[in-house]
């Protein structure tokens, strides 16, 4: 098993840039395919960004260009690189983790809350 804690989140003005934190315990994150959900209030929990264990990178239409997905294998941790921020990128993130051979994610974080406004 992996557990994950998220870091990062905060308020930044409209145009601003945040970093977001996952750090994974328990297991390697390299294991694992990775991913970074948001949910905002009313809303369904959408897939932002993963990365895959061979580090194939995959991004919602909504954050293409914007938001970039890495991993430092030395640290166990991934990031969530997000520029370019706008009013409708506010919601709680969430770290998420799964086996390669799964198709849902079976570990997560406890979520980062992030609010994009002037």
């Known amino acids: 098993q992996v557990q994950l804690v998220e870091s990062g989140g905060g308020l930044v003005q409209p145009g601003g840039s945040l970093r977001l934190s996952c750090a994974a315990s328990?297991?390697?994150?390299?294991?694992?395919?990775m991913g970074w959900y948001r949910q905002a209030p009313g809303n369904q929990r959408e897939l932002v960004a993963s990365?895959?264990?061979?580090?194939?990178?995959n991004y919602g239409d909504s954050v293409k260009g914007r938001f970039t997905i890495v991993r430092d294998n030395a640290k166990n941790t991934v990031y969530l690189q997000m520029n370019s921020l706008r009013p409708e990128d506010t919601a709680v993130y969430y770290c998420a983790a799964r086996h390669p051979r799964r198709a849902v994610y079976d570990y997560w974080g406890q979520g980062t809350q992030v609010t994009v406004s002037s």
């Open positions: 328990g297991s390697r994150a390299s294991s694992y395919v």
């Open positions: 990365i895959s264990t061979s580090d194939i990178t």
